[in-house]
């Protein structure tokens, strides 16, 4: 169920517990949102510096994730450097807010001269939609790579 290097919910688990959110989210009447982080220039760091420094720089944004998130968030190991963060009983700007503020957060660090950053983008799910975990996923996933994009083609440095 859990991710070994950081301890978040494994990649298996983010399925089975969307499930269980849009079971609540109907009975509630309510919404909750999902984010789709990837870590920025995570290549860079692991070709420059090795894969221990990478792994660092992996369970720092994670740490930043767990401490600013509530007890009832969720945080999930997609694979390598991307992540899924379920927000249950939240609207999309409240989350939007929070992300932004880790985001600035982890921007005071840096790990060899590179700022931590991460891109992202999200979903959101009210009682009334229609959508399957893996629609969810891949909205989030796909504003996040747009946003991804936008920020490359800002400053010329991110790399994917």
Do not use: W
């Not at 290549?43 to 740490?63: C, F, M, P, Q, R």
């Not at 700007?93 to 999200?122: A, C, M, P, Y």
């Not at 009682?127 to 796909?142: G, M, Q, R, V, Y």
């Amino acid at each position: 169920m859990t991710d070994t290097l950081t301890g978040a919910f494994n990649r298996r688990s983010v399925y089975k517990i969307l499930a269980q959110q849009i079971e609540i989210t109907k009975k509630t009447k309510e919404c909750f949102v999902l984010c789709y982080i990837d870590i920025d220039n995570l290549k860079i760091i692991n070709d420059n510096y090795g894969h221990a420094e990478g792994d660092a720089l992996i369970s720092t944004v994670v740490d930043s994730l767990k401490n600013m998130i509530r007890a009832s968030d969720y945080v999930f190991r997609m694979g390598g450097d991307e992540f899924l963060i379920v927000f249950p009983k939240v609207k999309l700007q409240d989350s939007q807010k929070l992300i932004e503020r880790i985001r600035k957060t982890l921007n005071q660090q840096k790990v060899h001269e590179i700022v931590i950053d991460f891109s992202f983008g999200f979903s959101e799910y009210c009682f009334k939609d229609d959508l399957s975990p893996k629609a969810l996923i891949e909205i989030a996933d796909e504003n996040m790579y747009k946003a991804k994009m936008e920020k490359k083609k800002r400053n010329g440095k991110i790399t994917l």
